[in-house]
């Protein structure tokens, strides 16, 4: 329907989510435009001139959107959105996240599928590297059933590796978590994660700024990680390589004034180069979820239930043997390495291993003990 000045939409919500169509992943520039013309309405019914005098665009950008602007059917894309279950809420509405209204620049709108959490709940992020080790991932799961036994939302970026598996194990919890794309609520990003999106949507929500339809394009998820942050209390960074979109969210967090936590790793594993360089920065060691809610002063927040008890992680051979050779009593490393018949490397790379999963304690001397209780993921 071509483009009419003299015709209103009633609902002030439906000119926002025009804008988001026209400029999407562009809040600031939507912002700036609404506070020049005092409303997203009067921004909407700007001639081209009035855009380039008074919105800031050029000529060449003017005259674009004025073309695409009269291309496109608020009323039509409402219905549509409707027809899909997706609901569209605006900064101006009282569901709209009270943690994401405050951060700079935040999303005019949010497609939602699904039902997002009860205002004044608790929510923490759990991000991580698309390519996680083994020990990634159990600690991932096991972290995001924990947040979530404890009432705690579970919020990530439902991309492979960490954020996938932080999602899992909130659903396998009976939790609830929410997943903020980097595309259109309606694209499944990466493919193989469509049933677990279903069970999102079912246990909590898929969000995105971006309109239905958007594809998965690179720039996109720099975007969406100031809402992951921005959604959440506290951020925690399970693996990262040195340079990687959890970094980059962990960075949006603090400038947010929000939490971040880091999950120690292996020294010798590039995944854990990220968080441990955070820990080295002052974030918070994250061994178990005791220290999130610590941090964060939270008590569990179910009553009826309760965390469960630690899991014994999974072990190499070389691990199973050094452990089983152990006991309460510290052990010298020489005295490990005579008994297991292993290499040094061997032993040594075990015991690092070992630590890091909660099992081993170091006392100095390198003497080495159970631990009586696991204390780590």
């Known amino acids: 329907m071509p483009f ?84 569209y809420i605006t900064f101006e509405d009282g569901d709209y996240p009270q943690l994401l209204r405050v951060i700079f620049d935040p999303p005019p709108g949010l497609f939602v599928r699904g039902t997002l959490p009860p205002p004044g709940g608790q929510a923490v992020a759990v991000v991580g590297s698309r390519r996680p080790t083994p020990y990634g991932v159990t600690v991932a799961e096991k972290l995001g059933g924990e947040l979530a036994r404890a009432g705690v939302t579970v919020v990530s970026g439902m991309a492979r590796g960490i954020d996938s598996a932080a999602h899992r194990g909130a659903l396998a919890a009976g939790g609830r978590t929410v997943a903020v794309l980097g595309c259109g609520v309606d694209v499944v990003y990466p493919r193989e994660n469509k049933r677990l999106m279903d069970e999102i949507i079912e246990a909590g929500a898929v ?102 008890s630690p899991v014994m992680p999974r072990l190499t051979t070389e691990e199973e043997t050094v452990y089983g050779m152990l006991s309460g009593d510290p052990v010298p490393v020489d005295i490990i390495i005579e008994n297991t018949g292993l290499a040094t490397q061997q032993v040594l790379s075990a015991l690092m291993f070992l630590e890091v999963k909660g099992l081993v304690r170091q006392f100095p001397g390198r003497l080495y003990a159970r631990r009586e209780k696991p204390t780590r993921f």
């Open 207 to 308: 969000i995105s700024e971006f309109p239905p339809g958007s594809p998965p394009e690179a720039w996109h998820f720099p975007v969406r990680n100031r809402i992951i942050s921005g959604l959440s209390r506290a951020t925690v960074v399970v693996e990262a390589a040195e340079k990687s979109g959890a970094l980059i969210t962990a960075d949006l967090a603090l400038d947010q004034g929000r939490d971040v936590m880091a999950v120690p790793g292996p020294v010798t594993s590039p995944q854990s180069r990220g968080p441990n360089q955070l820990i080295k920065q002052g974030a918070r060691l994250v061994e178990s979820v005791a220290d999130v809610l610590e941090e964060l002063g939270i008590t569990c927040l179910f009553p009826g239930k309760h965390l469960q």
């Open 4 to 87: 009419q000045p003299e015709v209103s939409v009633v609902d002030e919500k439906v000119y926002w989510m025009g804008w988001q169509y026209l400029l999407p992943g562009s809040a600031k520039r939507i912002w700036n435009l609404v506070e020049r013309f005092g409303s997203p309405g009067a921004a909407w019914m700007a001639s081209g001139e009035a855009l380039v005098t008074r919105g800031g665009f050029e000529p060449r950008g003017a005259a674009h959107l004025v073309r695409r602007r009269s291309e496109l059917d608020l009323q039509e894309e409402l219905a549509r959105l409707q027809e899909q279950n997706i609901t």
